[in-house]
């Protein structure tokens, strides 16, 4: 494959995710895949086909650009929902195309209902409400304009759902402003129902709400970082084994990612290696470069600090990440050569790297490393 390193899609510890949390979270509650940041780094024209071939049919983007990538993958009979930016031509074509979105701005609605007029078609809106975590979401005082707008315009507005965002539901640390914010919410629902606007879904749970939340699942989740096979928070892992008899993780990890040994040569006693004094060898050392850096997502805080895989096992990452090269420690693996396979995520010959491994370490949320893995890193489906 061209590029220095690749990134394989299980489809099957993919299906495996997505048909545990339908079957856990029951019939009744429609489950929203959450493909933001490019599928949370797995590839949204890779993750899209997998994720309708077990049952999903309504997927969840941040952004325009993010819908419109959705839009030609998808299925017809497919939905998708946009939870943050669009523009204009994009709130337009939105409109057009029947794609949801959330309305969290007076001038948002305004813009919508123009567009519902010239295209004929109502707008599909999920108003969204302000709860407690003071990002997006109108107050109860904006609330009152918006249901004028609505009211007085039924026929250009469909209102898809009710919805609003924990701050940090992922943590028993925010226990009480969470319940707070489920409190407020279910007031705002019973209000907007009593001025004659029944929104279908009533949604405001991500991965870890839904888990350790069941009050907040409502109609439908927004469920982005478990069916990718991580969990939120090990809190969030606790909380659900621990009422179980089988303590092992029920999720799979979806991403594998690749490369291989780009060159092999020896350190004599007391040199550095890589950019200034980070890493001095203490004896002789063989190491390997490998054409991953930071530029491909390779976190340059995994410096010295991270592990990947070569000839089945874990070796040491040393010295700086640099942009587009990293140096691992192979003196311990006499058969090395160039051209042999390193995973920097995933499993070989039964040793695994696990992005919670090092996220863990490296103090930094799985989030954050895999939404950084670059769009132009080619994608494989496997199995
Ligand atoms: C990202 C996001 C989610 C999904 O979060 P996970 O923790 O990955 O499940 C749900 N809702 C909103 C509004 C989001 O932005």
């Given at each position: 494959m061209a590029g220095t390193s690749h990134i394989e899609i299980d489809r099957s510890a993919l299906i495996h995710n997505l048909q545990f949390l339908k079957q856990y979270l029951g019939e009744d509650v429609k489950i929203s895949s959450v493909i933001k940041a490019n599928a949370y780094g797995h590839g949204i024209e890779e993750f899209v086909p997998i994720a309708e071939e077990a049952g999903i049919n309504h997927f969840s983007v941040f952004s325009g650009d993010e819908a419109q990538r959705v839009y030609k993958t998808k299925k017809a009979a497919t939905d998708i929902m946009v939870m943050g930016w669009m523009n204009p031509e994009e709130i337009d074509w939105a409109v057009a195309n029947g794609v949801e979105f959330f309305v969290f701005e007076r001038d948002k609605l305004e813009e919508a209902l123009k567009c519902s007029r010239e295209h004929e078609k109502p707008a599909k809106i999920h108003i969204e409400v302000e709860t407690g975590m003071n990002r997006t979401g109108f107050i109860k005082k904006d609330l009152q304009e918006v249901v004028k707008v609505i009211n007085d315009n039924r026929e250009h507005f469909q209102v898809k759902g009710l919805c609003t965002h924990y701050a940090g539901a992922e943590s028993i640390a925010n226990h009480v402003r969470v319940q707070k914010q489920i409190k407020k919410y279910n007031k705002l629902y019973k209000w907007i129902v009593n001025r004659g606007i029944v929104p279908e879904l009533r949604h405001t749970a991500c991965s870890a709400a839904a888990m350790t939340y069941p009050r907040t699942r409502m109609d439908m989740v927004r469920i982005g970082i478990l069916q990718y096979g991580f969990w939120p928070s090990p809190e969030t892992f606790i909380h659900f084994v621990h009422?179980?008899?089988?303590?092992?993780?029920?999720l799979k990890r979806v991403l594998n990612w690749k490369s291989q040994v780009m060159s092999i040569k020896k350190v004599g006693s007391g040199e550095f290696v890589s950019y200034g004094t980070y890493y001095m060898a203490t004896e002789e050392k063989r190491i390997a470069i490998v054409p991953v850096g930071y530029s491909h997502g390779y976190s340059r805080s995994l410096s010295n600090q991270g592990r990947v895989l070569i000839d089945g096992q874990r070796v040491p990452v040393i010295g700086i990440v640099n942009m587009n090269m990293l140096i691992a420690d192979v003196s311990l693996i006499p058969d090395v050569k160039k051209g042999d396979e390193v995973v920097l995520i995933g499993e070989q010959g039964g040793a695994k790297i696990t992005l919670a491994s090092f996220a863990d370490f490296n103090n930094q949320l799985n989030y954050e490393l895999l939404a950084r893995l670059p769009l132009d890193t080619p994608r494989k489906v496997i199995n």
């Amino acid at each position: 494959m061209a590029g220095t390193s690749h990134i394989e899609i299980d489809r099957s510890a993919l299906i495996h995710n997505l048909q545990f949390l339908k079957q856990y979270l029951g019939e009744d509650v429609k489950i929203s895949s959450v493909i933001k940041a490019n599928a949370y780094g797995h590839g949204i024209e890779e993750f899209v086909p997998i994720a309708e071939e077990a049952g999903i049919n309504h997927f969840s983007v941040f952004s325009g650009d993010e819908a419109q990538r959705v839009y030609k993958t998808k299925k017809a009979a497919t939905d998708i929902m946009v939870m943050g930016w669009m523009n204009p031509e994009e709130i337009d074509w939105a409109v057009a195309n029947g794609v949801e979105f959330f309305v969290f701005e007076r001038d948002k609605l305004e813009e919508a209902l123009k567009c519902s007029r010239e295209h004929e078609k109502p707008a599909k809106i999920h108003i969204e409400v302000e709860t407690g975590m003071n990002r997006t979401g109108f107050i109860k005082k904006d609330l009152q304009e918006v249901v004028k707008v609505i009211n007085d315009n039924r026929e250009h507005f469909q209102v898809k759902g009710l919805c609003t965002h924990y701050a940090g539901a992922e943590s028993i640390a925010n226990h009480v402003r969470v319940q707070k914010q489920i409190k407020k919410y279910n007031k705002l629902y019973k209000w907007i129902v009593n001025r004659g606007i029944v929104p279908e879904l009533r949604h405001t749970a991500c991965s870890a709400a839904a888990m350790t939340y069941p009050r907040t699942r409502m109609d439908m989740v927004r469920i982005g970082i478990l069916q990718y096979g991580f969990w939120p928070s090990p809190e969030t892992f606790i909380h659900f084994v621990h009422k179980r008899m089988e303590k092992s993780d029920v999720l799979k990890r979806v991403l594998n990612w690749k490369s291989q040994v780009m060159s092999i040569k020896k350190v004599g006693s007391g040199e550095f290696v890589s950019y200034g004094t980070y890493y001095m060898a203490t004896e002789e050392k063989r190491i390997a470069i490998v054409p991953v850096g930071y530029s491909h997502g390779y976190s340059r805080s995994l410096s010295n600090q991270g592990r990947v895989l070569i000839d089945g096992q874990r070796v040491p990452v040393i010295g700086i990440v640099n942009m587009n090269m990293l140096i691992a420690d192979v003196s311990l693996i006499p058969d090395v050569k160039k051209g042999d396979e390193v995973v920097l995520i995933g499993e070989q010959g039964g040793a695994k790297i696990t992005l919670a491994s090092f996220a863990d370490f490296n103090n930094q949320l799985n989030y954050e490393l895999l939404a950084r893995l670059p769009l132009d890193t080619p994608r494989k489906v496997i199995n």
